[in-house]
Nanobody, 115 residues
Framework: QVQLVESGGGLVQAGGSLGLSCAAS????????MGWYRQAPGEQRELVAT???????NYADSVRGRFTISRDNAKNTVYLQMNSLKPEDTAVYYC?????????WGQGTQVTVSA
């Protein structure tokens, strides 16, 4: 059973930084694509960034150049470093794992950016 546990959300002022972590268990972490998504109130969940087993990354246009996704296979953990945060980055951030075509989700962590 896949388990994903996010941590690191919180409240930050615009222009500030936050780092999120997601610890995975129940999977062979190193071989699967991991990702971060977010969902703002009243909005659909959207892609933030993904990283595959080879370390190749993909970012939403809205965060490219400000956010960095990375992974530590020895720790079964994926990270999201968020810099130059904007109020529009406010959302619940979800960790994801794509395991043989099926996507599993963490419980989410709130990120709030004040103006």
């Amino acid at each position: 059973q896949v388990q994903l546990v996010e941590s690191g959300g919180g409240l930050v002022q615009a222009g500030g930084s936050l780092g999120l972590s997601c610890a995975a268990s129940g999977i062979t972490f190193s071989i699967h694509t991991m990702g971060w998504y977010r969902q703002a109130p009243g909005e659909q969940r959207e892609l933030v960034a993904t990283i595959n087993s080879g370390g190749n990354t993909n970012y939403a246009d809205s965060v490219r150049g400000r956010f960095t996704i990375s992974r530590d296979n020895a720790k079964n953990t994926v990270y999201l470093q968020m810099n130059s945060l904007k109020p529009e980055d406010t959302a619940v951030y979800y960790c994801s794992a794509r395991v043989y075509g099926l996507v599993s989700w963490g419980q989410g962590t709130q990120v709030t950016v004040s103006a």
